[in-house]
């Protein structure tokens, strides 16, 4: 167990909708980093949030969006939801906020599936 | 798309044997880490080498940097069952950004 907890673990929605996913880190890390694994993409960064700010973005599409909150939680927010994004989710948080030097614990993942 | 690449993508070898997997990866790294990942679930951190490291070790695992040749290596000795799981490399660059490989697929027989 990393410690860094997500929900739900699965979700089955279909093209076009909204989903929101949720992440708690580690208790005292402050990033928080949102991964993409599909089986074509393989793991992808999508982006990170330091002490509730953007701090680096990768492959993330303009459809799908994040946040970090004061008690330092994550939402990732998937809208117009595509086939192609089905795929598991995850979330991971480090201490600090350089990915150059951190360690990074995963959570669970959730499982998306678009129908 | 991936960064890194790995080879082989998948290795199938009896317990007590090592496994032996690569990556290269394309840019300039400060950092090259290793993970791994039981069938669907999360990934575990095995092992970070920095880009001033030319081997680390850790326990059964044993990890080599060369980055004139861009690229890594991921032995782990003695393997066992429980060894069975996805490997990956993971490269950082100067900025932070994290490019994985695809990943090889290592199954360990007793």
């Known amino acids: 167990d990393s410690g860094v907890t997500q929900t739900p673990k699965h979700l089955i929605t279909a093209t076009g909708q909204r989903v929101t996913l949720r992440c708690s880190p580690r208790?005292?890390?402050?990033?928080v980093y949102w991964y993409q694994q599909s089986l074509d993409q393989g793991l992808q960064f999508l982006i990170q949030y330091y002490n509730g700010e953007e701090r680096a973005k990768g492959n993330i599409l303009e459809r799908f969006s994040a946040q970090q909150f004061p008690d330092l939680h994550s939402e990732l927010n998937l809208s117009s939801l595509e086939l192609g994004d089905s795929a598991l989710y995850f979330c991971?948080?480090?201490?600090?906020?350089?990915?150059?030097?951190?360690?990074?614990?995963f959570g669970p993942g959730t499982r998306l599936t678009v129908l | 798309s991936q960064q890194g690449e790995e080879d082989p993508q998948a290795l199938s070898i009896q317990e007590g044997e090592n496994a032996t997997m690569n990556c290269s990866y394309k840019?300039?790294?400060?950092?090259l880490q290793w993970y791994r990942q039981n069938s669907g679930r999360g990934l575990v951190h095995l092992i970070l080498?920095?880009?001033?490291?030319r081997e680390k070790h850790s326990g059964r695992l044993r990890v080599t940097l060369d980055t004139s040749k861009k690229s890594s290596s991921l032995l782990i000795t003695a393997s066992r069952a429980a060894d069975t799981a996805s490997y990956f490399c993971v490269a950082s660059d100067s900025w932070g950004k994290l490019q994985f490989g695809a990943g090889t697929q290592v199954v360990v027989t007793p």
């Open positions: 991971a948080s480090s201490v600090g906020g350089r990915t150059v030097t951190d360690t990074q614990y």
């Open positions: 840019t300039s790294i400060n950092n």
């Open positions: 208790s005292g890390d402050l990033s």
């Open positions: 080498i920095r880009s001033n490291e």
